[in-house]
C-alpha cells in the first residue's frame, strides 16, 4: 500500500516536473548608470514564463552607497518613465520616497542569450496600509537598450526528478524480475518435456 501511494506521488511530481521551466541567470554588463545618481550591477534569477524571480544579487547604490533592496515588490504591465511596457520592480524599504529600481521584462524569456531590457530608477510612490507594502513606483529618466545576458541555472535534481529515477529504477526490476522466472519457467518445462520423452521411451 505505501508503494502505490509513493507512486502515485511520483506521478503527480513527474506531470509538475514536465510543466516547470527551467531557470535563468541574467547578469549586467558591468556597471550600469541611472538618472538621479543611481547605479545598478551584479544579476538577477528568474522564470518570466511565469513569471517569478527566484533570487538577486544585484547592486544598486545612490551616490556611491548601496541601497538594500528588498525583494520584488511588483511584476506587471504599466508605464515607467513614459515607457509601457512589462517591468518588474525592486525597492530599498516600505516607506514613501524609498529608492526603487525598475526593469523591463518584455524581452526576457527562458531560452537565455542576449535580450534588451530598459531600466529605471525611482521612489516608492504608494504604500497600502493593510500591509505596508509598496505598491507603485515614481520613475526618474529611463535608461535604454542595456544588454543582458543570460545563462541556464544549473539544477539539482528535485523531488520529482527523484521520483522520476524511481519509477525508472522499479520499472527495470520488474523487468528483470519477470524476465528471470520467464526463463526458469522455460527451463522447468524443457525438463519435464525431456523427462516425459525418457519415460515414454522406456515403456
Known sequence: ?????????????LFST?????PVRWNLPGTVALSGNYTISGSFTA??????????????KLN????????VYGIYHGTFGN????????VGGNTLGAPAVAITYSNLTNSGGNAVVDMASGTCATIRPSDNVCTSVYTN????????AGTPVPSIPTLSEWCIIFLTSLIGMIAFVRLHRGNGGFRYLAINTQRRRTYTEVS
Open 1 to 13: 500500500m505505501k508503494l502505490i501511494r509513493a507512486l502515485i506521488y511520483c506521478l503527480f511530481g
Open 18 to 22: 514536465l510543466s516547470d521551466a527551467a
Open 64 to 71: 556611491g552607497v548601496p541601497v538594500i533592496l528588498h525583494g
Open 83 to 90: 515607457v509601457t511596457a512589462n517591468w518588474f520592480y525592486f
Open 141 to 148: 529618466n529611463v535608461t535604454r537598450n542595456v544588454t543582458l
Open 47 to 60: 522564470d518570466f514564463d511565469i513569471p517569478q524571480l527566484t533570487s538577486s544579487d544585484l547592486v544598486f
